[in-house]
Structure formats: C-alpha cells, structure tokens
C-alpha cells in the first residue's frame, strides 16, 4: 500500500500561472482533504471531500478550486497562482465512518513556491 | 472560531527523562482529538488518537484527555533523540462524520542527548 500519495513534490510558478496538484489514496478512505502549511500559522483546512461526489470549504478557501475525480483522487487547483500561495500542500484522507475511524493520514506534501 | 493553542517551544527536555506537551481547544463540541509528530521538512505522521476522558497509553506515549477544562495532553517517556520533532495537537467536532482537523501551531520538543 502507498498510502496517499501527492504530485508534484516541489513546484515553482510565476504570479498568474495556473497548477493542479494531484493526490490519490489506496486505502478506500470516504473522506479526502487539502490543507496549507506556513511557518507560524500551523496546518489550516483548504477544502475538503467528506465522500465521492461532495466538496466543501474550510477555513482558507479562496483561490482555490477542488474535485473529487473519484473515490482515490482529490485534487487542488490553483487558478491563477500569487505570492501568497507560497506554502506547502498537504493532502490526507479518512475513513470517517465513526467517531474511531476519523485518523487523517496525511501524504508527503507538495512544497510550492509563486515568484 | 475554533481555536487550538499550544507552546510552540521550543521544550528542552533531557534525555530519558518524561516530556510534557500541553494543548487547550476553544470549542466544547469538539469531540475527536489528535496528536501528530512532524519532522522537519516532512508530513505529520499520527502519535495517539483519544476520544473519551482520561488516559489512554501506548508505548511510551500517554494521551491524557480532559473535555471539561478543554485540554489534551501528551506525556513522552524515556524520552529518546528520535523524539526530537515538533508535535501537533489537533481536534475535530465530529462524532461521526468527516470534517477537516483544526491544528495547533504545534510544540518544538528537543531531547538533549
């Protein structure tokens, strides 16, 4: 099993350039997540997928777009990268069925950077 | 607004000796509560998962649980090198659902050799 798996590892854009970045899970979980992080601020909730088919917001949400493809794949979409967007991304997912089964597994991140 | 404070540290704790991380969340429906370790320049890997007051253990990891004054904490024994890393604490109002983990800064632990 890979586990969550995340491409690309690093990228660099330019301001106004578009990206997707790609994570698939193999552990048929229900519910798949993005989230940033940035020094100093902790691990912040982007979007998220509580199963196939749904997607909602979390707490920084814009300027991003998400799709569920299919139970395995979530990815995060960046329209038109900015300076701000300068982080690292990281994808995890969850069974989610009960309180016990609500462990989020995170994969190995994708580092970005917008000049 | 849910809220996850920690001291971010760093803690210096010698080694084979018990470090002590504290966590307090703003919201009393919280209901699922998490710690992870992060290594630098990699993802948060889960320590210990808790849902119900009081102590669970596993290994040398305690989880320690108090919903009525809001906190978690985790308590390292024998502390070793390894355990050198920053840890996260993070809760989620679920019971049984799916929504995301609101995170901690988290706390920079140093075991010194």
């Known amino acids: 099993n890979a586990g969550v798996t995340q491409t690309p590892k690093f990228q660099v854009l330019k301001t106004g350039q578009s990206m997707t970045l790609q994570c698939a899970q193999d552990?048929?979980?229900?519910?798949m997540y993005w989230y940033r992080q940035d020094p100093g601020m902790g691990l912040r909730l982007i979007y998220y997928s509580a199963s196939e088919g749904t997607t909602d917001k979390g707490e920084v949400p814009n300027g991003y777009n998400v799709s569920r493809l299919n139970k395995r794949e979530f990815s995060l979409r960046l329209e038109s990268a900015a300076p701000s967007q300068t982080s690292v991304y990281f994808c995890a997912s969850s069974e989610a069925l009960y309180a016990a089964s609500t462990t989020q597994y995170f994969g190995p991140g994708t580092r970005l950077l917008v000049l | 607004q849910k809220e996850v404070e920690q001291n971010s540290g760093p803690l210096s704790v010698p080694e084979g000796a018990i470090a002590s991380l504290n966590c307090t969340y703003s919201d009393r429906g919280s209901q699922s509560f998490f710690w992870y370790r992060q290594y630098s320049g990699k993802s948060p890997e889960l320590i210990m998962s808790i849902y119900s007051n009081g102590d669970k253990e596993d290994g040398r990891f305690t989880a320690q649980l108090n919903k009525a004054s809001q906190y978690v904490s985790l308590l390292i024994r024998d502390s070793q090198p390894s355990d050198s890393a920053t840890y996260l604490c993070a809760v989620t109002l679920t019971g049984g659902g799916a929504d995301g983990l609101t995170f901690g800064k988290g706390t920079h632990l140093i075991i010194q050799p």
């Open positions: 552990m048929n979980h229900n519910s």
